[in-house]
C-alpha cells in the first residue's frame, strides 16, 4: 500500500481546519513531499468531488462536512478504486501439491472477510474523527511536555 490515503487524510485535514486558502506547495511543506505528489493526491480528490477549487483563486475547499466524509470513501478515492482490495493470491500453485492445489480456495475467502472488515471500520469513521484525534494528540503532547518541563 502507498502513502496516498494517508497523504490525503493529511491534506484533506488541513484544508478543513484552515481559516485561509492552502496552495499545494504549501501542503507539500507541511506532508514534507514534493508539490506534484500533493498535486496528483489532489486531483484524486476532486476527482472524487471530495474538494474542489475555483479556476482563478488559489486553494481548495471540502464539498461537504469532514463529518460527512467517511474514510472509506477517501480511502477508495486515494486508491482509485470501487472497494477495498488488500491482497492478490498467486495463480499458479501446483495441483499436484495438497497445497498448492487449495491455497487460493481456502485463503480467498480469509482474504475477503479482513478486507470487508476493513471496509466496515473504515465506513464507520469519518474525516472529523481524524481531525478530533489530532486534536487529542497535540493536547495530550503539550500536556505532557509542559508537565515536564517542569521538572529539573
Do not use: W
Not at 508539490?35 to 475555483?54: C, D, E, F, H
Amino acid at each position: 500500500m502507498d502513502t496516498k490515503f494517508s497523504v490525503g487524510l493529511h491534506v484533506l485535514s488541513m484544508i478543513a481546519e484552515s481559516q485561509k486558502p492552502l496552495t499545494s506547495s504549501f501542503l507539500a511543506t507541511s506532508v514534507g513531499t514534493n508539490p506534484s505528489y500533493v498535486r496528483k493526491v489532489i486531483g484524486l480528490l476532486k476527482q472524487a468531488s471530495l474538494i474542489s477549487s475555483q479556476q482563478g483563486k488559489s486553494g481548495y475547499s471540502l464539498t461537504r462536512l469532514a463529518s460527512d466524509m467517511s474514510l472509506l470513501e477517501i480511502y477508495l478515492a486515494t486508491q482509485e478504486l470501487d472497494h477495498i482490495h488488500l491482497f492478490d493470491i498467486h495463480q499458479n500453485g501446483n495441483q499436484d501439491c495438497p497445497v498448492g492445489r487449495y491455497i487460493e480456495a481456502s485463503l480467498s475467502p480469509l482474504f475477503q472477510d479482513i478486507e470487508m472488515s476493513l471496509a466496515k471500520s473504515l465506513s464507520h469513521q469519518s474525516l472529523q474523527d481524524v481531525i478530533d484525534r489530532l486534536y487529542q494528540t497535540k493536547e495530550r503532547k503539550d500536556k505532557n511536555e509542559s508537565s515536564s518541563s517542569n521538572k529539573l
